[in-house]
């Protein structure tokens, strides 16, 4: 795995592009699949301490300080807590280290050390597919279950260990695609993408690896799911297709193994294949918390 500081120049030197495709073009995958998952999981927000660990440009934070949550975003990507801190609607704001607009705050920092948060100081944990970002897996998942108050929820939504550990399609001679590729399920090296401009390092880790460093952590398993599009949400996509199909090839282009495109290929139904179909489990969300040891 790449150092932690190798990580952060990945980002540092995408940041940009990443920023500029979410606030232009959006995020497919996370608008029409993701985001109504994840907030389900979160429930009633309304006066709870949230903190998102990684949380980019804080397009998360702002959808959950909506709703009544005091929201900290934290990520290790200078630019993008900075256009977080850009984002927010008070002028004064910006000129804090601690940014604030209401319910929103944002800082650079590691969350493999959250020094800066004292013990069981929040209500809630996010980590929206971010811990393949982490060098360090478990001392992430350990400062997670800190600063959490006992009884605290910790919600993960995480690329799939089938969709980390390299895949591809296999096509046949026309070209369509008739099934998926999945090997070096156990080699726990990083993976390697082209995603935004640049090349980005992703950590490939098992799901007993996931599971054991939660529990180990101090955290208890309440649920776990396995996130796809319901028919709703295909329909809502598909209401947009001009603007749907673009955003999907753009994503597809910048890396998206999240496989929404495939879930709306028409070839599916020619196959025979009922409607909501995909190859794979491409994301797992975790309902984790805080164990209260008697």
């Not at 705050?105 to 929040?122: G, P, T």
């Not at 401009?197 to 776990?224: C, D, K, P, W």
């Amino acid at each position: 795995m790449p150092t932690k500081d190798e990580l952060a120049t990945e980002w540092n030197h995408i940041a940009r592009n990443w920023i500029d495709r979410i606030r232009t073009r959006g995020d497919v995958s996370r608008e029409f699949l993701l985001d109504e998952w994840m907030l389900n999981a979160v429930g009633d927000v309304r006066g709870l301490r949230v903190i998102d660990l990684g949380c980019g440009e804080g397009r998360f934070c702002r959808m959950l300080a909506e709703r009544g949550a005091d929201v900290t975003g934290i990520d290790l990507c200078s630019p993008m807590i900075e256009a977080a801190i850009e984002k927010c609607s008070l002028a004064a704001a910006k000129a804090n280290s601690w940014a604030q607009n209401g319910a929103e705050h944002y800082i650079v920092a590691d969350m493999e050390n959250l020094a800066d948060f004292a013990n069981e100081s929040f209500d809630l944990a996010l980590s929206y597919i971010t811990l393949v970002d982490v060098h360090d897996l478990a001392a992430a998942v350990r400062e997670a279950c800190r600063i959490l108050k006992p009884g605290g929820r910790f919600i993960i939504v995480n690329l799939s260990p089938m969709v980390t550990a390299g895949n591809a399609w296999i096509r046949d001679a026309a070209g369509e695609k008739t099934s998926y590729y999945l090997d070096n399920y156990f080699d726990e090296s990083p993976r390697s993408f082209v995603m935004c401009g640049g090349s980005i390092n992703n950590a490939h880790r098992t799901l007993t690896t996931y599971i054991s460093t939660f529990l180990g952590a101090g955290f208890t398993l309440e649920n776990l799911a396995e996130p796809y599009p319901s028919k709703r949400q295909l329909e809502q996509c598909r209401k947009t297709p001009t603007t749907c199909a673009s955003r999907c090839s753009s994503f597809t282009n910048c890396g998206n193994r999240l496989l929404l495109t495939d879930w709306l290929a028409p070839h599916r139904q020619s196959r025979g294949m009922p409607e909501p179909f995909a190859p794979a489990v491409a994301v797992h969300l975790f309902h984790l918390r805080h164990h209260v040891r008697h």
